[in-house]
């Protein structure tokens, strides 16, 4: 649904058919899963539970869907088929918000919940419930209407869904926490108690943990992924930026990193074991093999569209590399990449490969951290591409991950104050 569409009643979507891009049926909506917040603030919607035709009930995240439209849900048609199991910080809103005794905030009148109606937020690939249907007088089923007046009213005017202000349990935590920059909740984390500190871990969804761990310490991450059941762990090692992920599983033994890939999407398997072929301080094994690859006749408007995809990190949005096919890393012929400002000054329709930027030589996959910190500092450089002989692109590097590998070590337990007066007399 579009920023300024309107706005979805959840009870619309019951039993809803859940198709993929190609317009293959892939399940049916039976519920779905939010996060209730502190104090009145709205519930964050994180995803669908879909029951596949094996009678299986899966989860799907929101940043998987791309579409809710006429009576049906469109998904990316990436799947992961693990059984869906609630987590604590989670409630489904079918099975435990609906038909559940409110009161209005303005009257202290009991209420009946009826229905909730979610949107999602402008610029944003979130989305929110924002107002309760409730029906005043006795109670009454959600899907059997008692008599009484009827109203919608947003979010705020009632009380009875928000977690408790008091307690200290992970819930409450992650209620807390969850305006915190990726960074700075591994921060915290890092200074929690190991029991506290796995606590959090397993009640925050994939997508999140998998941010969060990609900014805490070696020991940390080994300890966490440790203490997940080895599907969760798999799935969390997905979510991560694949240059990431492998660089955590080289940490492991060998028999636990082969068991964790064997319990991954094949493609992404394959990835992390290129990945860990190289030596870690090398291109090779910095980069990420999941950076944008336009086909020669790609236009200038799809390139803006990828780009525009709020997933992507700013250092991978700035450029596109243009590649016979296959478009899917290692890729045919790279021609060239194209900058973002380039794009900016094109005529939408014009094709990528009349721009390209074909003179700047790419990394070679075994060239080492001062090579690649040199060719950033030369060319002014965010992102550059990984090529192997052949001519395919393998990846990217980016520059925060040369930066990582140039830090000491222990850099990320380093307390950063960006409050401290500036000094003004060129000192």
């Known amino acids: 649904m579009a920023a300024g569409a309107p706005r979805i009643f959840v009870s619309h979507l019951s039993g809803v058919a859940v198709f993929d891009p190609a317009g293959d049926q892939v399940g049916r909506v039976r519920d779905l899963v939010v996060m209730l917040r502190m104090g009145q603030r709205p519930p964050r919607l994180l995803g669908l539970v879909v029951e596949l035709a094996t009678r299986r009930r899966i989860f799907l995240p929101m940043t998987r869907v791309t579409a809710i439209q006429s009576g049906q849900v469109i998904t990316t048609g990436v799947l992961n088929v693990r059984r869906f199991e609630q987590r604590p910080t989670e409630r ?241 012929k790279y021609l060239g990449t194209v900058h973002f400002q380039r794009l900016l000054r094109e005529p939408p329709p014009s094709l990528v490969s009349s721009i390209l930027d074909s003179d700047l030589q790419p990394l070679d996959p075994e060239a080492d951290l001062p090579a690649i910190a040199g060719f950033f500092a030369t060319y002014d450089m965010v992102a550059a591409p990984v090529v192997d002989e052949a001519g395919a692109l393998l990846g990217a590097v980016t520059v925060d991950d040369v930066l990582d590998h140039m830090l000491p070590e222990d850099w990320r337990e380093t307390e950063f104050h960006l409050d401290e007066e500036v000094p003004t007399d060129g000192s």
């Open 92 to 332: 489904l809103v079918f099975g435990e918000l609906l038909d559940r005794r409110v009161t209005l905030t303005e009257t202290g009148e009991d209420v009946t919940v009826l229905d909730l109606s979610v949107h999602q937020l402008p610029a944003r690939r979130e989305w929110e419930i924002d107002r309760v249907f409730v029906r005043k007088g006795r109670k009454g089923s959600a899907f059997r209407r008692a008599k009484g007046e009827a109203l919608t009213v947003e979010w705020t005017a009632v009380t009875g869904f928000s977690l408790e202000e008091q307690g200290q349990g992970a819930e409450n935590l992650l209620a807390t926490f969850e305006q915190l920059r990726a960074a700075d909740l591994a921060n915290v984390l890092h200074h929690l108690s190991p029991k506290r500190r796995a606590e959090v871990a397993a009640a925050l969804d994939d997508d999140r943990l998998a941010d969060v761990l990609e900014e805490l310490p070696e020991d940390d991450q080994i300890e966490i992924l440790g203490k997940l059941k080895e599907e969760r762990a798999a799935d969390v090692l997905e979510a991560m930026d694949p240059d990431d992920a492998a660089d955590l599983l080289g940490e492991l033994p060998t028999d636990e990193q082969e068991r964790l890939l064997s319990l991954m999407q094949p493609g992404d398997a394959a990835d992390m074991r290129r990945l860990m072929s190289y030596e870690e301080r090398t291109a090779g094994g910095l980069m990420t093999t999941e950076p944008i690859v336009l086909r020669p006749d790609a236009s200038v408007a799809d390139a803006l569209a990828r780009i525009r995809e709020p997933d992507l990190s700013p250092a991978l949005a700035a450029q596109v590399y243009v590649c016979r096919p296959p478009d899917e890393t290692p890729t045919g």
